[in-house]
């Protein structure tokens, strides 16, 4: 006798992922080949460069591919230095339908330390504006070990909680099972957006690259520079002190920062800690923290999100 469909799915999302051969790994492995093409940069002269988008995941470009971009333009530019920040203000959406150009400017390049300014345009508009710093990874490293919060294969996929999501956010909940994003998640709540509810405190996921990746550490930094930007829009939502909900607000990035503080080898298991530490007016501020499956604190993230009603117009 033959599983029924619901039970075919479930065990889909339960369990290792890695080396399954299950259509989500199969959809995550492409995506991961996509976004390596997509920051592959071509250069046209000297600090410009040309760029393409993922396939449209969310009706617009997602914030981190741009972040990864810049990094990437801004890493081209650099010799034997390895980035340490991004600073990125995100001014308007883009269309992943139609190429990126990417401006770097040098402006500083010291005996230890570089840093490039970066504007990601379209169409002649800024989508981004972002400062990346350099320096030599050499040096003190302290560790700051902190302990596992659990066993990352323990909790379930985010794909698990799409494939539960209420019946109103079954649309959009496919979109992450049909076009998964180049990065294996797990989590041991449902987000918001697929039906999750409000709660205090910090949120904690798990994430990692779908299969080993020999770059050195500008593309790891790159890569964990696109991952950064997952979820902090709705941890905004999670603990906002008002009953929100994407029926009623929407939620968008007005900047992104992430501090590496060692060397990333993101094909390996990290946990991302999330936690809303100020809302005003419809300004939330989230802040995260990134470490790796031996405890160490390799990077920090800060996100500003604007956080308004939907406002429908008459009809």
């Known amino acids: 006798m033959s599983s029924p469909p619901e039970a075919t799915a479930q065990a889909e999302f339960s369990g290792p992922l890695r080396g399954s051969g299950s259509p989500l790994e199969l959809g995550i ?107 030599n990874p050499e040096g003190a490293d302290v560790l700051t070990a902190v302990e596992p919060t659990a066993t990352p294969e323990s909790l379930p996929l985010l794909q698990h909680w799409a494939q539960r999501a209420p019946a109103g956010l079954a649309a959009p909940g496919s979109t992450w099972i049909d076009t998964p994003p180049p990065l294996e998640m797990r989590i041991g709540e449902a987000p918001i957006f697929l039906g999750g509810a409000q709660a205090p405190g910090q949120r904690v996921h798990w994430m990692r690259l779908p299969r080993k990746v020999t770059g050195g550490h500008q593309e790891h930094a790159a890569l964990l520079g696109y991952a950064s930007d997952y979820l902090l829009v709705d941890m905004a939502l999670r603990s906002h002190p008002h009953s929100v909900s994407y029926a009623t607000h929407r939620g968008l990035t007005l900047d992104h920062t992430l501090w590496l503080h060692r060397p990333v080898q993101f094909d390996q298991w990290h946990s991302y800690t999330q936690q809303t530490v100020a809302v005003g007016g419809h300004r939330a501020l989230v802040q995260g923290t990134i470490v790796d499956a031996a405890g160490r604190h390799v990077a920090s993230t800060a996100q500003e999100v604007l956080v308004r009603p939907i406002t429908r117009r008459a009809t």
Do not use: K, N, W, Y
């Not at 000297?46 to 396939?55: C, K, M, Q, T």
């Not at 230095?81 to 990417?102: E, M, N, Q, T, V």
């Open 29 to 135: 492995l492409r995506a991961l080949d996509e976004l390596q093409q997509v920051l592959t940069l071509e250069a046209l002269d000297d600090g410009r460069f040309r760029a393409l988008s993922e396939a449209a995941r969310f009706g617009r470009i997602f914030g981190g591919q741009l972040v990864a971009q810049a990094m990437c333009a801004a890493a081209a530019t650099v010799t034997g230095l390895s980035p340490h920040s991004i600073h990125a203000s995100f001014l308007r959406p883009g269309d992943s339908s139609a190429p990126l150009d990417i401006i770097v400017e040098r402006t500083r390049d010291g005996r230890s330390m570089s840093v490039r300014h970066v504007v990601v345009e379209q169409g002649g508009q800024a989508l981004v504006t972002a400062t990346v710093s350099f320096d």
